[in-house]
Structures are given as C-alpha cells and as structure tokens.
C-alpha cells in the first residue's frame, strides 16, 4: 500500500527558515574555522609541530565544503553535516583536558550548532526548491 504523500509547507513558512538557518550555519562555519585558525596560532601547544601543517589538516575537512556552502547548497550543507562530526568528537575530547577546556567547549558548540542549522537548511532548502518549483 503507498503511503500518501505529505503536503508541502508554503513558500512564505518556509522562506524566512530557510534564510534563518543559512545565515546561522554561515556563522558557524565561518566561527568554527576562526576557532581552528586562532587556537593553533595563539594558544595550543604543538610540541615541535609545524603550525601550518596542523592548521591545513585541521581545515581541509572545512574547506572542502566551503564552495558549497557559500554558494548556498543544500547538498553541501548536508555534507558538513557529517564533516562537522569530527570537529563535535575533538572538542569533547579537548574539553576534558582542564588546559584546553574552554576551547573544546567553544568547539562543541559551535560544531553543534552547525550540525543542526546545516540539517534544517538542508531539509528546508530542499522543501523550498520543490514547492518553488511547482510540486505540493
């Protein structure tokens, strides 16, 4: 038996969700990376580490995602999704060392924050597109 299809919500529930959540996922993002940058070149403590080479591998994960979510996908905001995970997993992790617990905290809440205004503009966008495009 086919399920019976749930109706779309309207262009005007959906338009200003759908710039809500972009523009906080924006934020994040952006603040997520400032996070990364500042921390390696401020405050951590790489024992003898090349600073440059710890920052590029903690922001390959970010920047190949970036074009993406500046150009406003919707699939890539669903990639960051998963991408952000690892940076939820590192700040929980930082955030039981006591030197590095405010920086772990930071990293968790914004890596959080990004999940979920990723997944509702991800959900949203998609949404919007097919009622824009005529479907109901």
């Given at each position: 038996m086919a399920r019976k299809k749930k109706p779309l919500p309207s262009l005007e529930w959906l338009k200003p969700r759908v710039k809500i959540s972009r523009a906080?996922?924006?934020a994040s993002f952006i603040g997520l990376?400032?996070?990364l940058l500042v921390w390696n070149l401020v405050f951590a403590e790489l024992y003898g580490a090349r600073t440059w080479v710890v920052i590029s591998i903690q922001l390959v994960p970010l920047l190949l995602v970036a074009p993406g979510m500046i150009a406003g996908s919707p699939r890539a905001h669903?990639?960051?999704c998963f991408i952000v995970n690892?940076?939820?997993i590192q700040g929980?992790?930082?955030?039981i060392?006591?030197?590095r617990m405010i920086?772990?905290?930071l990293e968790a809440i914004i890596s959080l924050t990004l999940f979920i205004s990723a997944l509702l503009y991800t959900r949203w966008g998609y949404q919007y597109e097919r009622k824009a495009s005529g479907e109901s």
């Open positions: 906080i996922s924006m990376a400032v996070l669903a990639w960051t690892l940076y939820f929980v992790l930082a955030a060392d006591p030197a920086y772990g905290w």
